[in-house]
């Protein structure tokens, strides 16, 4: 399995690349009105929040609570490392997503 280790504040944050059976799960239990979280918002990346929480173990209450956003980058930086095919998979979705929308009438 390939991870990803960082260390921020003393502490080692592991990012563990994602099995397809997980993404799998995230994607079916994501609503299309569920609320985006502030740091999927201040940390630019096609990866969000449910994706790093399920990568590191992390807690949303963490990552949405008292982390600097320089640290947050850190954190997502080594998970889309970990998790590349991820990474396109989601910019590719993001993409086809887009093209849809404005063919929309």
């Known amino acids: 399995m390939k991870s990803k280790t960082v260390l921020l504040n003393g502490e080692e944050i592991v990012a563990k690349e994602l099995t397809v059976r997980q993404v799998e799960e995230l994607l079916d239990g994501a609503a299309e009105d569920q609320k985006i979280s502030t740091v999927d918002l201040l940390v630019e990346s096609p ?13 949303s209450e963490y990552l949405n609570g008292e982390i600097l ?5 850190q954190i ?4 889309e490392e970990a ?3 991820l990474v396109s998979f989601l ?6 997503i887009l093209q849809q929308a404005e063919q929309k009438p």
């Open 69 to 73: 956003p320089s640290d947050a980058r």
């Open 47 to 59: 990866v969000n929040v449910e994706f790093v929480i399920q990568s590191t173990g992390l807690s």
């Open 76 to 79: 997502w930086e080594a998970v």
């Open 91 to 96: 910019k590719r979705a993001q993409k086809v």
């Open 83 to 85: 998790n590349p095919f």
